[in-house]
């Protein structure tokens, strides 16, 4: 069977305008007159219009960029923002929404206790729910044929209070500023205009009603702005001119203390009572057909429990399930019986969600990226305004419950940030912080063009033809970029489909392994046989770049060495001024324990402390560190010293030790002597770590690993490290 969908009228401004134009219109405006006078009463509706109105907009312009489904809000704020933050605003506001149902029934009840006092006020709000129930299970086309007679309704009670100026002696003696002399409950001890306020505001809040029904309607793109915001306008001139019809019918006592002054004085005042009772089941109604298509997107998307379930539909499109489901929290809200004490904070879910539209606006228009062309456009002071506005009147109506319910709000944030949520569709966070970033960029490159050695971080690219190049150096990669390192792996197009298969499969899997820890890691295919080409013109190209590797990391096969490779490769890592790792493990010996360190210091020049420059020594130094942090190792830091004009002190030494802030544990000792003797003395070491000179080889780094029968690190300096600032 075919879905029904609707169009503006029935599916947008019809639910919106009956939600706007509720109870408060009927026994709460005259009480507004009557404490803030004409000007105030203008204020206060004008106020609440601008906060309801900006709203409108955003949403309309927003829906006019996006293909919006099911869920109204919670669609357009998981779209742009990502399901977590879309589903922590947009189960609050179904909750909101439910429970409401509760709160218009409780209204419809007092209308008609009115009428007949002697009716037992649970059975009645049992029934009066039931009623509701009955039509929105029929169906929703169904329901909204109910709301074309509710509307007429109403349309007859505002002519009868208006035409009421025709039978009743008016008031001429105006009151333009009100004393605010309180209400009946108070006894008329006071009040202030954010009194006054706070208790209109509910009634212009209901600019979602339409939006909410957005997945059953024809097109939501074209019927939620021209439905939303006629609906606005339209109420909007409705309590303007409410406000001077009350002036005219009674001096500001007696609207401040009579609230049925609209229904004694209507032309009819039957019609003005139906009125009254039919925009309270309209609300009801409204809210009940809209509640449960909120809970079916969010269960559409996997955000509540048994979602599976939740977002079953009937043959009619109906969606039963949550409809149950929301029937039993309207029912617990009903059992509650005074709902007084958590209605301040459903109030406040409306206005987090209504900010949250506008942000969404604020942000899509601050990024400008092409994807954002609405045919509705909007100036950014709109959802500028919208958004403050929305969090200012949270405030302004109880700081407590503001505060309570965005403590809410971001433990269900939390909640679904746990369940790892995959959205089938992109939204706008990689924008927004792609944005931020360039504008980081752009600051940093500014301030200093030219990258501060303080802000060095290991930044890794890694060439690669065959997996066990990185397999084999797996856990050593770990350990030099945790935490705050990156990877980028370069690899080769292999020409076998199987093999290459293989290689992509595995680069799959280890990233997904290393983004686990935190760290940031990518990988490109090069369409090139020959990889030291491919190396050089890579480094090249990302040297113009802010954000690049400025280290190359390779391990070598002792059993099948490449020379000239690698001495090209170094070569040409120094000539792009990169940084470079060379691991050559021995045998299967690997990396033993990793536990101790042996950092070989040499050609450490003889002014280092009044330059602040210890020579090559810089990059083997800073891996030496980050090593033993992340083993929980120690370093044995051993200093060549062979010239003759150089001499390490004792005071040296301390000196040394404190500017490169080495651990405590650390030993410092000064050797005399070659290389290669000193390091066959040291053999109690899981690693050895050096510095390359210039006259050393890649044939004379294999010979110190078989030799000492130790792996070892091998480091290129570039002209970025500085270990002692």
Same mark, same amino acid.
């Given at each position: ?29 005259? $009480? ?27 949403? *309309? ?92 309704? /109403? ?52 600019? @979602? ?12 793109? %074209? ?31 007696? @609207? ?25 089941? *309209? ?26 379930? +939740? ?39 409306? @206005? ?119 397999? *084999? ?31 992509? +499969?595995? +680069? ?29 013109? *890579? @480094? ?63 050609? /450490?020049?003889?002014? $280092? ?26 370093? %044995?830091?051993? /200093? ?11 005071? %040296? /030494? ?72």
């Amino acid at each position: 069977m075919t879905k029904k969908t609707f169009g503006t009228f029935a599916g947008v401004f019809t639910p919106t305008t009956l939600t706007i134009l509720g109870v408060i219109m009927y026994i709460r405006q005259p $009480w507004v007159v009557g404490n803030a006078g004409i000007v105030g009463a203008l204020g206060i509706v004008l106020l609440s219009v601008a906060i309801t109105l900006t709203t409108a907009l955003s949403l *309309s312009s927003i829906t006019t960029n996006v293909r919006i489904g099911t869920g109204g809000a919670f669609s357009i704020i998981s779209k742009s923002l990502g399901l977590e933050i879309g589903g922590a605003i947009g189960i609050p506001f179904y909750i909101a929404q439910a429970l409401a149902v509760a709160m218009y029934v409780f209204g419809f009840r007092e209308g008609l206790v009115s009428i007949l006092p002697n009716l037992n006020s649970l059975f009645l709000d049992l029934g009066i729910f039931a009623v509701v129930m009955t039509i929105a299970f029929i169906s929703t086309s169904f329901a909204f044929k109910i709301q074309y007679v509710i509307l007429g309704i /109403i349309g007859l009670s505002l002519i009868s209070i208006y035409g009421s100026l025709f039978v009743n002696d008016l008031n001429y003696d105006f009151e333009l500023f009100g004393k605010y002399p309180g209400s009946i409950e108070n006894n008329f001890s006071g009040g202030s205009f954010w009194v006054v306020f706070a208790v209109f505001f509910p009634a212009v809040t209901g600019v @979602m009603a339409g939006a909410n029904m957005s997945g059953d309607l024809t097109s939501p793109r %074209d019927s939620i702005p021209k439905g939303t915001i006629s609906a606005v306008l339209l109420t909007t001139v409705i309590y303007i001119s409410l406000i001077f019809v009350a002036s005219l019918l009674a001096t500001p006592y007696e @609207m401040a203390s009579n609230y049925n002054l609209f229904i004694e004085k209507a032309l009819f005042s039957p019609i003005v009572l139906a009125g009254l009772l039919g925009a309270t089941l *309209s609300s009801a109604l409204g809210s009940f057909i809209g509640a449960p298509r909120i809970m079916l997107a969010l269960a559409e998307k996997g955000i509540l429990p048994k979602s599976k379930e +939740l977002s079953k539909i009937s043959k009619k499109g109906e969606p039963v399930n949550s409809m149950l489901i929301t029937a039993v929290i309207v029912l617990i809200g009903i059992s509650l019986r005074d709902l007084n004490t958590i209605a301040p904070i459903l109030t406040m879910f409306f @206005m987090i969600t209504y900010a949250m539209v506008n942000i969404v606006v604020l942000v899509e228009q601050s990024l400008s990226l092409p994807s954002y062309r609405p045919t509705l456009k909007v100036p950014l002071i709109i959802p500028a305004l919208g958004a403050f506005g929305s969090i200012a009147i949270m405030f302004v109506i109880n700081v407590i419950v503001a505060l309570t319910s965005l403590i809410l709000i971001f433990l269900f944030y939390f909640y679904l940030v746990r369940l790892k949520l995959k959205s089938e569709a992109g939204d706008s966070r990689s924008g927004l912080f792609t944005a931020l970033a360039e504008w980081a960029t752009k600051k940093s490159s500014d301030l200093s063009p030219e990258k501060e050695v303080r802000s060095w971080r290991p930044d890794l690219l890694i060439p690669m033809t065959m997996p066990k190049e990185i397999r *084999s150096s797996y856990k050593l990669i770990h350990s030099i970029v945790y935490p705050k390192g990156s990877i980028k792996i370069l690899s080769l197009i292999n020409e076998n489909v199987e093999e290459q298969k293989n290689i992509e +499969l595995f +680069l799959k899997n280890a990233s997904q392994k290393y983004k686990e820890s935190g760290i940031s890691v990518s990988y490109a295919f090069i369409e090139n046989k020959e990889l030291n080409t491919t190396i050089n013109i *890579s @480094m090249q190209s990302l040297n113009a770049a802010f954000f690049k590797p400025n280290i190359i990391f390779v391990s070598v096969d002792t059993g099948n060495v490449n020379v000239d490779y690698f001495n090209t490769l170094i070569a040409d890592v120094k000539k792009n001024n990169f940084g470079m790792i060379i691991y050559i493990p021995f045998s299967t010996a690997s990396l033993a324990i990793e536990k101790n360190i042996n950092l070989w210091l040499t050609n /450490i020049p003889t002014n $280092w402390k009044e330059d602040f420059n210890i020579g090559h020594n810089d990059l083997s130094t800073l891996l030496s560190l980050l090593i033993s942090k992340n083993w929980k190792g120690t370093i %044995d830091a051993l /200093i060549l010293e062979n010239n003759p004009n150089s001499k390490f002190l004792e005071s %040296d /030494i301390d000196y040394f030790k404190t500017m490169v802030r080495f651990p405590n544990k650390t030993n410092i000792s000064v050797k005399k002597g070659d290389l290669l003797s000193n390091v066959k003395k040291h053999r109690n070491a899981d690693v050895n770590i050096f510095s390359v000179d210039s006259e050393m080889s890649i044939l004379d780094m294999i010979t110190i690993v078989n030799e000492s029968r130790i792996s070892a690190i091998f480091c290129v300096d570039s002209n970025l490290e500085n270990v002692l600032v």
